[in-house]
């Protein structure tokens, strides 16, 4: 059985909005604000300069109870002891990663559409999966290789398929949150909503608010 999360408000750091304050005290400002799930994500580290990432941020969050996930790089997660990790579409297939991985750690996946979900096998890999990851549901710039923009009814259409939980992500604001917990998600990933504000406390407690409120 996997650790526990919580997919309300999930923060996915961007390493060029962040280099201004610092990694660490953007997630730092952001878990005060209401955080509550953390994504390391930076394609363009090396691996050991990710690991370091990856334990620095482990420190800060561990005697928090926030988990740390590790976008893409299993072997990353392993080295840094942390609490899992996240897949794309072309990355490592879920099985293969849980195996690495063990039982305990968290394993998510990238779906877009309910035709990615039907050739991910979701419905086969219950138990390898514990939570989706749906979108863009706006156009971003934060993830270049990001499908189309699905919008709320894209995320409600994945989860018309699926008990597990989902998480919408690309280009949310407080008002796009609302929308997507209507359509059924169990919470909203954000990446430059937090990490490119003036002040990441206060907008993750924005963010928090919008999807409390929207439930």
């Known amino acids: 059985m996997s650790r526990p999360f919580d997919l309300t408000l999930y923060l996915v750091t961007d390493p060029r909005l962040v280099a ?3 990694l660490v005290a953007t997630v730092a400002a952001a878990v005060k604000g209401g955080a509550t799930l953390v994504q390391l994500r930076d394609p363009d580290a090396h691996g050991r300069a990710l ?3 990856a334990r620095a941020l482990k420190a800060l969050l561990a005697p928090l109870g926030i988990p740390l996930i590790i976008n893409d790089r299993v072997d990353v997660a392993v080295a840094a002891d942390a609490d899992g990790v996240h897949l794309g579409q072309d990355d490592m297939a879920p099985a293969d ?3 690495l991985l063990g039982p305990e750690r968290i394993l998510g996946l990238s779906v877009g559409t309910p035709a990615e979900f039907a050739a991910s096998n979701i419905g086969i890999d219950i138990g390898v999966v514990d939570y989706l990851g749906v979108g ?3 156009a971003t710039g934060t993830k270049k290789d990001a499908g189309a923009a699905i919008g709320a009814s894209g995320v409600a259409a994945v989860r018309a398929l699926t008990r597990l939980p989902i998480v919408g992500i690309g280009g949310i604001d407080g008002t796009l ?9 169990d919470g909203v990933a954000v990446v430059s ?3 490119a504000a003036p002040d990441p406390e ?6 928090l608010s919008a999807v409390t409120a929207a439930r």
């Open 97 to 99: 990663a849980r195996a």
């Open 20 to 22: 201004a304050r610092g």
């Open 193 to 195: 909503a937090i990490c």
């Open 177 to 185: 949150a609302a929308e997507v917990i209507r359509a059924g998600a």
């Open 51 to 53: 690991v370091e990432q």
């Open 136 to 138: 863009p549901v706006k």
């Open 202 to 207: 206060h907008a993750a407690r924005a963010l």
